[in-house]
């Protein structure tokens, strides 16, 4: 941890202290002042942080700053979320309307699947939604319960590209031998019918970055006489490298960082 940080968590965990006392016994309005500035400041930092995440200036992070965890809960939670995703897919919606296509079965879209089509929002709000480090063995039981919600937006957006008559790929970096069946399954039980191809990270991509495997894949289907219209991810490996679309849409997501 950053001493600027260390510096902010102490003075956010002090006021959590003056907070307690103040409800057990009067203060005085100077500390009461000082508590709401220091407050003030977290909240602030923690905006700056979450816009750093998401236009990737913040990169290779583990797990959420501690003095942060109760503001990403609130993001998550409270409302905002919510309403920044719905513009990121209102933007979708407009650029889809916008395109002609070629009309011979090769207009392709492409869709992540964790946090993009599916939620781990449950998941994650008993990991303190980022606050404590990746547990792959813990996600793994997770996942393969297959019993994630679907994000409504996506979901909504997904049909319209099916009537539209793009072939919709949803590319994930879920292991294939473990999770298809289940991943599978819970698509299909949160109404995703219709994509051309659920494609997972098979054996012989085991081990190479998130970026590298899924450029990889969109390689693929360019080089099998595909047009990537667009792209949508929750995190920026599912957006760089190579073959990425002619537009790529990033969604907020500021509990977890694949590289």
């Known amino acids: 941890m950053m001493l600027h940080q ?24 100077s500390s009461r002042q000082n508590c709401d500035r220091l407050v003030e400041f977290s909240t602030s930092y923690c905006l700056s942080w979450r816009l750093a995440v998401e236009t990737y200036n913040i990169k290779g992070w583990r797990v959420v700053p501690s003095q942060c965890l109760r503001y990403v809960e609130a993001y998550m939670l409270g409302g905002q979320y919510d309403t920044d995703l719905n513009l990121v ?18 207009d392709a879209w492409i869709l992540d699947v964790d946090d993009t089509c ?23 039981e ?24 793009f072939k919709v790929f949803l590319i994930s970096g879920r292991d294939e031998m473990t999770f298809e069946q289940p991943t599978l399954h819970n698509l299909y039980l949160q109404g995703f ?53 002619n537009r790529t849409f990033k969604l907020p997501n500021p509990m977890y960082f694949v590289p």
């Open 6 to 29: 260390r510096v902010l968590l102490v003075s956010f965990l002090f006021c959590v202290l003056i907070k307690m006392v103040m409800s057990t016994k009067p203060i005085n309005h």
């Open 89 to 106: 897919v209102d933007q979708i919606s407009s650029y889809i309307d916008e395109i002609v296509l070629f009309d011979d079965g090769f």
């Open 118 to 140: 599916l939620s781990n929002m449950f998941y994650y709000e008993g990991k303190r939604f980022g606050g404590d480090p990746y547990d792959p063995q813990a996600f793994k």
């Open 142 to 165: 997770w996942a393969s319960r297959g019993k994630c919600s679907a994000i409504p937006p996506i979901l909504g957006l997904f049909y319209k590209l099916i009537r539209r008559g």
């Open 193 to 245: 019918f219709g994509f051309e191809q659920l494609i997972l990270r098979s054996e012989a991509y085991k081990g190479l970055s998130s970026m590298i495997y899924k450029s990889e894949m969109r390689r693929k289907l360019v080089e099998g006489g595909y047009k990537i219209w667009g792209n949508v991810g929750d995190q920026w490996s599912d957006l760089h490298g190579q073959f990425v679309g």
